[in-house]
């Protein structure tokens, strides 16, 4: 059974910084590519960052520059950093894995930037 918990949301003022983690059961060299997205309220849930096995990111144009993606395999962790929050940041950040052409999702963390 894979389980994502994520951590790291709260509330931030416009401007501040966060960072968000995932914590993965087992190892995260067997995902094909993991991710962030959020949700807001009344919206879909949208991809916010993407790194794969490789090593290549994604960013969708709205937080490049200002989040970095990234993942520490000895401990099976995947971060997102966000810097430079703005109030349309704010949303329910989910953390997902890929494998075998299935994804598997966490609970989710809020985030709130006010402004």
């Known amino acids: 059974q894979v389980q994502l918990v994520e951590s790291g949301g709260g509330l931030v003022q416009a401007g501040g910084s966060l960072r968000l983690s995932c914590a993965v059961s087992?190892?995260?060299?067997?995902?094909?590519?993991m991710g962030w997205f959020r949700q807001a309220p009344g919206k879909q849930r949208d991809l916010v960052a993407r790194?794969?096995?490789?090593?290549?990111?994604f960013y969708v144009d709205s937080v490049e520059g200002r989040f970095g993606i990234s993942r520490d395999n000895a401990k099976n962790i995947i971060y997102l950093q966000m810097d430079s929050l703005k109030p349309e940041d704010t949303a329910v950040y989910y953390c997902?894995?890929?494998?075998?052409?299935?994804?598997?999702w966490g609970q989710g963390t809020q985030v709130t930037v006010s402004s």
């Open positions: 997902q894995a890929e494998r075998a052409g299935y994804r598997y």
């Open positions: 087992g190892s995260i060299d067997s995902f094909s590519a």
């Open positions: 790194v794969r096995n490789g090593g290549n990111t």
